[in-house]
């Protein structure tokens, strides 16, 4: 324990910590800048990913709404994005059938929903 006391030298340490050096001053400077700088890229090119992945959505709520209104009593489409597959089985669409190696070598899955007859 006193060889650590001896070895610390605390007006030094407050010396530097109140009054930093020039490089010490570069150093958090530049740490800040690639911070804020990471961040602005990071938000403009996650945003439009995150536009992109509303707007499948909406595009499928536009597609029942379509399919709807034309009385349809079934709607089928087939899709690559086995990461949607939670969100479309909350939507209601259940997988009918799944194919390896479709197109492109991908994973494709068949999503089926059923709707019910309007009764006017």
């Known amino acids: ?3 650590l006391a001896a ?3 605390s007006h030094y340490f407050w010396q530097h910590l109140l009054h930093p050096e020039s490089f010490f001053l570069r150093a958090i400077w530049t740490t ?3 911070a804020v700088l990471g961040q602005a890229f990071g ?3 996650g945003l439009p990913i995150a536009m992109a ?3 499948t959505n909406r595009l499928l709520v536009a597609f029942e709404a379509r399919v709807a209104e034309e009385g349809a009593h079934m709607a089928e489409f087939w899709t690559d994005d086995l990461r949607a597959e939670g969100l479309l089985g909350a939507m209601g669409w259940q997988r009918v059938i799944q194919r390896a190696g479709y197109i492109g070598r991908d994973m494709w ?3 089926e ?3 019910e007859a309007e009764t006017a």
């Open 109 to 111: 899955t068949l999503m």
């Open 1 to 3: 324990m006193s060889l």
């Open 53 to 55: 992945r509303r707007s």
């Open 43 to 45: 938000t403009l090119l």
């Open 32 to 34: 800040v800048y690639v």
């Open 113 to 115: 929903k059923r709707f």
């Open 7 to 9: 070895q610390f030298d």
